[in-house]
């Protein structure tokens, strides 16, 4: 098993920044990818980025690209989402998952969840 626990969301002006992280605990050495999606009120679930556990590889979703970073930190089993230059159409629910098979740009693709951390952009 592994959890999953994300921090950082909040209210911010459009045009401001916001630092998510996802603490990931148990058996991490199991993960193989983890990624960031977020949810809108009334909209699914979509893909926002994804990084291999080890290994350099990131991928992005094309309305977040240029904006957002992505990047991990092994030693502390810690992952996190830059976002700066926010819209009102960024805000949604936030969540972390972890992948022991692949990296993936669907949520079918992960295995374990996060609860989730709102965030809200004004405009």
């Known amino acids: 098993q592994v959890q999953l626990v994300e921090s950082g969301g909040g209210l911010v002006q459009a045009g401001g920044s916001l630092r998510l992280s996802c603490a990931a605990s148990?058996?991490?050495?199991?993960?193989?990818?983890m990624g960031w999606f977020r949810q809108a009120p009334g909209k699914e679930r979509e893909f926002v980025s994804s990084?291999?556990?080890?290994?350099?590889?990131?991928y992005y979703a094309d309305s977040v690209k240029g904006r957002f970073t992505i990047s991990r930190d092994n030693a502390k089993n810690a992952m996190y989402l830059q976002m700066n230059s926010l819209k009102p159409d960024d805000t949604a629910v936030y969540f972390c998952?972890?992948?022991?098979?692949?990296?993936?740009?669907?949520?079918?693709?992960?295995?374990?969840w996060g609860q989730g951390t709102q965030v809200t952009v004004s405009s």
């Open positions: 990084i291999n556990w080890r290994g350099v590889n990131t």
């Open positions: 148990g058996r991490t050495f199991t993960i193989y990818a």
């Open positions: 998952a972890a992948s022991l098979r692949g990296n993936s740009w669907t949520s079918s693709g992960y295995d374990y």
